[in-house]
């Protein structure tokens, strides 16, 4: 007997790379689901003789980049799929994805019931409380997939640039949930939409109600037969373990949305959410709270993503491809994370 599961709904909050959970903006519910001169290496070098025209373009946009970032006393990052996928992580969906097929077939325990679902309803916050054990499997899917992933160039270059950014702050604000800016050493980051390997327990009498630990795996969760078993809380007792992420269906964090707005100006999520195609404009961004803002590897479709990306005085798009941004920021340099970084600290003269 097949069942199909009732559809989820279109507007709520996505993975997008094997570890990004991609929120939309529909706020009536609060889903909010490079110096100048000459090169310093042999490697900078190289790149200027090149004879390609795309490829000057391409350094001169990064030239650009570096200048910006020569004067700039505070840095923003706001990063995506992109530099997650340059570490060598699978896409969520697509030819090289996870999961390509349109439903996923699902047998239910002790029953002949088949349920056929989307990924997406796998992993909602609908189904989480109907079959946990439905988004536990595609969670721990997820997670033995990065087990062996370490933190891409680009990731550390990211958290290099502190030591060269003074007084600072480097702030990293990311759409992933895969814990690489961390690993990699950023020290001041927002993960918009959690951690997968920070827990909580999700029962609302128990003491440790959504106070976060962190594993190193769910490796300890498996039972016999390699499968991943929701685990119990060691202070209730319950079956009521969750990993500390945004799934479909569910809002942003109250702790996360505050952060957001401090590091922000102090200006609500919503209001930023409504007037971002604005700040494409240098004169809407005077009173920006930093100097410089980058967006690496997004293709920034959500509203508060949007406005954290033009929250700098000045702007930079470092993606291949053309993105809801790319017009509106000052400097789009369209080339990969970790090539377009490492030109830049070349430029510069700076150490990595």
Not at 32 to 37: P, S
Not at 341 to 347: P, Q, V
Request: glycine share 6%; charged share 20%; hydrophobic share 35%.
């Amino acid at each position: 007997m097949m069942h199909r599961t009732p559809s989820s709904n279109k507007c709520s909050q996505c993975l997008s790379l094997l570890l990004s959970v991609v929120v939309s903006c529909v706020w009536q519910r609060r889903y909010l689901c490079v110096a100048f001169g000459n090169p310093s290496s042999s490697t900078a070098q190289s790149r200027d003789n090149d004879t390609d025209s795309a490829s000057k373009h391409w350094f001169g946009a990064a030239n650009q980049a570096a200048e910006l970032l020569a004067e700039a006393k505070s840095v923003l990052f706001v990063t995506g799929a992109g530099i997650s996928a340059e570490a060598g992580l699978p896409t969520y969906r697509g030819v090289t994805g996870l999961y390509n097929q349109d439903d996923i077939m699902i047998k239910e325990p002790g029953s002949n019931q088949v349920l056929q679902m989307s990924i997406e309803e796998c992993l909602s916050a609908r189904i989480f409380r109907s079959h946990p054990h439905v988004t536990w499997k595609y969670l721990s899917d997820i997670e033995k997939s990065c087990r062996e992933v370490k933190p891409s160039k680009a990731h550390h270059l990211v958290a290099a640039v502190e030591k060269h950014i003074h007084p600072g702050p480097v702030t990293v604000m990311t759409q992933n949930i895969d814990g690489l800016h961390d690993r990699a050493g950023s020290s001041d980051i927002l993960n918009f939409h959690g951690e997968l390997l920070k827990l909580y327990c999700n029962n609302h009498s128990c003491s440790k109600y959504k106070v976060p630990f962190r594993v190193l795996s769910f490796r300890d969760f498996e039972n016999e037969e390699g499968i991943v078993v929701q685990p119990h809380c060691k202070e209730c007792h319950q079956q009521s373990i969750r990993p500390n992420v945004v799934l479909f269906d569910e809002y942003l964090g109250d702790d996360t949305v505050r952060t957001y707005e401090e590091k922000l100006g102090g200006a609500s999520m919503r209001e930023l959410s409504f007037k971002w195609p604005s700040m494409g404009k240098q004169s809407a961004r005077r009173g920006a709270p930093y100097d410089v803002s980058i967006c690496i590897g997004t293709s920034a479709l959500f509203a508060y993503v949007n406005a954290a990306a033009l929250s700098g005085k000045r702007t930079i798009e470092i993606n291949p491809t053309q993105s809801n941004l790319s017009d509106l920021v000052d400097i789009h340099v369209r080339g990969g994370a970790t090539e377009v970084l490492e030109y830049i600290f070349d430029r510069l003269g700076w150490k990595h």
